[in-house]
């Protein structure tokens, strides 16, 4: 079964930065959209930031001006750059890619960890 693969969390102090990456055997231009979610405990998952196949963007509004998501084709992955983080951004963030609002192409990963603290 086709899966993605999250990875480049890690414990972070507020105000640094830390760069995710997802990773599928799929091509990713082959999709209509990717997008990076995120849940903290007890919380339910949301969605932080989307890019389409033509890339354009769009992303939650606390996470706007300090997130970006991009694609990487020759590497074949979807990053999520984030900087300037704060410790109401830790949560275990997923990447796949959305059939509208409650579908996904993909079986969803096991998520890489983002801890931030004060």
């Known amino acids: 079964q086709v899966q993605v693969a999250e990875s480049g969390g890690g414990l972070a102090q507020a105000g640094e930065s830390l760069r995710l990456s997802c990773a599928t055997s799929?091509?990713?231009?082959?999709?209509?959209?990717w997008a990076w979610y995120r849940q903290a405990p007890g919380e339910q998952r949301e969605l932080v930031a989307s890019?389409?196949?033509?890339?354009?963007?769009n992303y939650v509004d606390s996470v706007k001006g300090r997130f970006t998501i991009s694609r990487d084709l020759r590497k074949n992955t979807i990053d999520l750059q984030m900087e300037g983080l704060t410790p109401d951004d830790t949560a275990a963030y997923f990447c796949?890619?959305?059939?509208?609002?409650?579908?996904?192409?993909?079986?969803w990963g096991q998520g890489t960890q983002v801890t931030v603290s004060s």
């Open positions: 796949n890619a959305p059939i509208g609002e409650t579908r996904f192409h993909f079986p």
């Open positions: 799929r091509e990713i231009a082959r999709y209509k959209a």
């Open positions: 890019i389409s196949n033509d890339d354009v963007t």
